[in-house]
């Protein structure tokens, strides 16, 4: 009603919806008062849904270009490397800036940016597989009746899954559908 009030006009609302002028003043005060506080008890403003401004609007721009230009060319970018680039970047340009988590996840936010696990398609063995075991099988125990061992305990195991030091993230960032 009160958003109706604004739009057209108090009497208009009066007519409409059969209420005393009294009652629509006072609703339009009370929601002129919410808009401003928002129930805050401090009596201070609120910021409203996107905060305060940037502080720096270069480095928002470097890190949303980098981010595009990640994308573009099918490469995963973890929220991480994007902090960590940006950072650089903002010594380079003389700006003592952390981003940090709370950074990053709202420049997230102010982005439309969400984390999503990467994903991969059914894996397919080559087309000659049979033939390539067989080989594999072949030239396996030639090497072995070649550098003569006998000795089973020198024969090991290596089908263990190898853990490397460096890693490929399993998050990446993009841009949210909306």
Known sequence: MVRHAEQFSVSDVLQKWNVSKSLVSRWGKQYRISKQTLGD???RKRLGPNGR?????EIETFAINLFDKFRSEGKAIPMTVLREKTKTFAKTI???IECSVGWGSKFMKRNNLSTR???SGKQQPPANYEEAILNFQTDYVRTIIAANIEDPERIINVDETPIC????YKTTLEKKER
């Open 41 to 43: 008890s401090s009596g």
């Open 53 to 57: 401004p940037v502080q720096h609007p």
């Open 94 to 96: 003389g700006i003592d």
């Open 117 to 119: 696990t990467k994903t």
């Open 165 to 168: 030091f460096d890693m490929p």
